[in-house]
């Protein structure tokens, strides 16, 4: 199996949604649906589901 490198919309969604949960989890900033220590934990583990999808699939 080859990787590729991500899309650029592919990297920057997931690279947004893992400031956005670093960001409410160290500066406590209020983001809906991530205030929750759960919530962050599967906004990350997102975040780098779409960035490994990014790598593996062609056309993304």
Known sequence: ???KAPGILIFLVSIILA???LFTKFFSATIPFLSGETTQF???LVAYIILVLGC???GL
């Open 1 to 3: 199996m080859a990787l």
């Open 19 to 21: 400031l956005a949960v």
């Open 42 to 44: 599967f906004g990350l």
């Open 56 to 58: 593996i699939m062609r």
